[in-house]
């Protein structure tokens, strides 16, 4: 069974930066296509980025395109948000999430993912 633990949360001033990271455990991260999604307090949890298990598909929401960057390295089983130009709109809990599949797809619905982790906090001061 798959396993998520994210790390990186944190306070930051708005114009700064966080890299936040995914290590997974388990056997199947390498042929998974990974998430991260964010809930802010009273809202739903929303779609941030996604890539695909190869790393050659990305997708991301419209609201962090062009400041935010998901990467992976299937080595080390982690995957990663930098996140950069940071705005108090970004607030929220980070989650990752597995999706188990070996394709270039990417979803984007927090319903198609298997696994999630338990999140990290980013609290952006304006």
């Known amino acids: 069974q798959e396993q998520l633990v994210e790390s990186g949360g944190g306070l930051v001033q708005a114009g700064g930066s966080l890299t936040l990271s995914c290590a997974a455990s388990g056997r199947t991260f390498s042929s998974s296509a990974m998430g991260w999604f964010r809930q802010a307090s009273g809202k739903e949890r929303e779609f941030v980025a996604g890539i695909s298990w190869s790393g050659v598909s990305t997708n991301y929401a419209d609201s962090v395109k062009g400041r935010f960057t998901i990467s992976r390295d299937n080595a080390k089983n982690t995957v990663y948000l930098q996140m950069n130009s940071l705005k108090p709109e970004d607030t929220a809990v980070y989650y990752c999430?597995?999706?188990?599949?070996?394709?270039?797809?990417?979803?984007?619905?927090?319903?198609?993912?298997?696994?999630w982790g338990q999140g990290t906090r980013v609290t952006i001061s304006s």
């Open positions: 999430a597995a999706f188990l599949s070996r394709g270039d797809y990417v979803p984007v619905e927090r319903v198609e993912y298997d696994y």
